[in-house]
């Protein structure tokens, strides 16, 4: 029995050995003088109280020994249980200053759930955990390049390490996120660059195949390869990046009415909405009026793979179709 507890002793944490030995001392040399001068110490609580003053070495003077026995343990209560007090309370700073080195440096796991995991750090990480941080919602931040955290937001924990390797994975509670957004590595080439973004994929999905993830991929011969990994959602930001400055070519001021229309999209969503029986069978500006009036702006329809944006009164919502539009 008492070789089992004590290897369950040494089994715990320096910081939790050092408090208990302490703590004994303090009991031990408390009971000791209580009952060597009963009189000055009346009860144990009395003797104990004086053993933690004394080893702290506050010294109040409220409790003092008077007979020779009793400065005896004095003396011996000052060698012995003022070392292992001051160790414990060295300890214990030691162990908050490492803790708060290991969040800043990237090595501490996170334990919370329903966060947004954001793997890589580049200025669209950036802007997007700006966004994201008036929300207040967890974020945890994955980069292999970073030495400290870059951000001193309270909600924004930094992990350093590869998003295609499991111990990273999991040290961002990877089982208990809501979602993952993938960007690009910008030191890579695009070809590397992406196949870096499938590898994380893989990994993610392995590890938590239902979370979302919405994954950056630069070059079009990828994208299938990050949609068999498991990409809910891919933004092709080159392919996005040619279709805005296509425009401008025929269009002026074309990238600055864009901007400003994503910029008045914070906080509402843009998205493909089913075709309800309130819509089906009329044309789009009749079906436009009806969503108005539940505060949704209508914007165009795609029917299977093709999308019409503002049609003419002679095309009519069918089942099945997709309507594009602006919600809250």
Known sequence: MATHLYLRFIRLPIILRIFFIAVGMICLFGTIIHLIEPKNFPT???GIWWAIITASTVGYGD???LTVAGRITAMALLFVGTGFLSSYFISLSAA????QNEYAEGKAGYKGNGHVIIIGWNERSRSIISSISETKQPIILIDDSLKTNP???NHVQFIRGRANSDDTLLKANIHKAEKVIITSDQALDELHADMNTVLALLAIKGLNPDIYCIAEILTSEQANNARRAGADELIQTNTLTSAVILNSIFTEGH???LLDFLEELNGKHLSYIKAADNTIGKSFK????TLLSQHIILL???K????IVNPNDIVYIEPGDLLLAITN
Request: aromatic share 12%; proline share 4%; no cysteine.
């Open 44 to 46: 144990i609580f009395d």
């Open 63 to 65: 409790y003092v020994p």
């Open 96 to 99: 908050a200053v490492t803790k």
């Open 151 to 153: 951000l001193k937001y």
């Open 255 to 257: 990238v600055n009415s």
């Open 286 to 289: 009749e079906a436009s009026t």
């Open 300 to 302: 165009g329809i795609k």
């Open 304 to 307: 299977g793979a093709d999308v």
